[in-house]
């Protein structure tokens, strides 16, 4: 049996903590996936609650992440979908804090990461494609269609560009979980390999702390790596949020 200290993949191996029963011959139980995905949204709350609690005219650092927080979102949102798209704010926000702090939460030794999970990045990209699809047709109606046919087209050309539009428009979600899913996942296992290095030579004795010294200053190095990743890749799952929210508010453009 594997060491889970030095197996790369068991730190994303999900666990059944305990059963809440079966309904149709079907499982359900709480997971450590479900765990930390309770502790992301109490952490998150607990930082806004936290920060605006004593709003003052000189911020405290509490306030002042939650204000950096809030223009970088609001910013995004403005600059790809103008002043309208400020009526989605608050799911703009969820998202990229959801995703900031999954990710960063992911980086703490034994703690588990749920954006490497394909099936919660699909569940968030599905989340925001239905947001705008529905959105799409209650403002614009059947006019929502008009994102798939780009202004001044040509008709000559038409029923070639709208089946590409509608192809892109359909691999939105495929694109925006893998983009996610992938990189959390790989950065994790390439760190975790290089920390079972360090494990693995240590325990060779004096010539093996030596000789540790490479992989663990390449696990600092990549720990770094991680970090900047989780942040920039929180970062890119809210700017396209943003630019399909436009694509809701503005299908002809």
């Excluded at 666990?15 to 709480?30: D, Q, R």
């Excluded at 995905?37 to 930082?47: C, H, N, P, Q, Y």
């Excluded at 959390?184 to 360090?198: C, E, P, S, T």
């Amino acid at each position: 049996m594997t060491d889970p200290a030095i197996d790369p993949l068991h730190q994303f191996h999900i666990v059944n903590i305990f059963s809440l029963g079966k309904v149709g011959g079907v499982e359900f139980a709480l997971t450590n996936s479900a765990v930390f995905m309770i502790l992301i949204v109490v952490l998150i709350s607990a930082f806004l609650i936290l920060s605006t609690s004593g709003r003052g005219l000189v911020p405290t650092r509490w306030q002042s992440a939650a204000e950096m927080m809030y223009e970088i979102v609001a910013n995004t949102l403005r600059s790809s979908a103008g002043t309208e798209g400020m009526k989605y704010f608050p799911f703009v926000f969820s998202i990229f804090a959801f995703v900031l702090t999954a990710n960063l939460v992911g980086l703490v030794p034994y703690f588990f990461t749920v954006t490497s999970h394909i099936i919660i990045t699909l569940a968030l990209a599905l989340l925001v494609i239905l947001t705008v699809v529905v959105t799409g047709f209650i403002r614009n109606g059947i006019g929502f269609l008009k994102v798939f046919v780009p202004s001044g087209l040509p008709m000559a050309i038409a029923p070639f560009i709208t089946f590409i539009e509608i192809l892109s428009f359909l691999s939105r979600p495929v694109s925006l979980s893998l983009r996610l899913f992938g990189n959390m996942l790989a950065g994790h296992l390439v760190l975790k390999v290089f920390a079972g290095f360090v494990v693995s030579l240590t325990a060779a004795g004096v010539g093996g702390w030596f000789a540790g010294i490479l992989p663990l200053g390449m696990t600092v190095a990549l720990t770094a790596l991680e970090f900047l990743v989780a942040v920039l890749q929180a970062y890119v799952f809210t700017i396209l949020t943003c630019v399909y929210i436009n694509d809701a508010i503005h299908p002809s453009h």
